[in-house]
Nanobody, 115 residues
Framework: QVQLVESGGGLVQAGGSLRLSCAASGDSSRINAMAWYRQAPGKQRELVGIISSGGGITYADSVKGRFTISRGNAKNTVYLQMNSLKPEDTAVYYC?????????WGQGTQVTVSS
């Protein structure tokens, strides 16, 4: 089992920045990749960015050039630096860990971008 705890959400004006953090505990040595997803009201959950254990990174087109996903030195922590935020980035952001075909999810953190 892998447990995830997110932090760093909040309210920001358009054009501003936020940094989300996610710490994994439990059997975190089995994690193959960590990712950030988001879900806006009335919409499906969507992938924002994913970083593999080898360091490969993929972003959603909608956040390329604005968001950066990275890992901490301990590799059981993942960050999402969000710059040039837009009102359409408003959503609950979820941390995700993938290991051996399974998924663990954090509780989610609200990000609200005002225009």
């Amino acid at each position: 089992q892998v447990q995830l705890v997110e932090s760093g959400g909040g309210l920001v004006q358009a054009g501003g920045s936020l940094r989300l953090s996610c710490a994994a505990s439990g059997d975190s040595s089995r994690i193959n990749a960590m990712a950030w997803y988001r879900q806006a009201p009335g919409k499906q959950r969507e992938l924002v960015g994913i970083i593999s254990s080898g360091g490969g990174i993929t972003y959603a087109d909608s956040v390329k050039g604005r968001f950066t996903i990275s890992r901490g030195n301990a590799k059981n922590t993942v960050y999402l630096q969000m710059n040039s935020l837009k009102p359409e980035d408003t959503a609950v952001y979820y941390c995700n860990a993938k290991y051996y075909g399974l998924n663990s999810w954090g509780q989610g953190t609200q990000v609200t971008v005002s225009s």
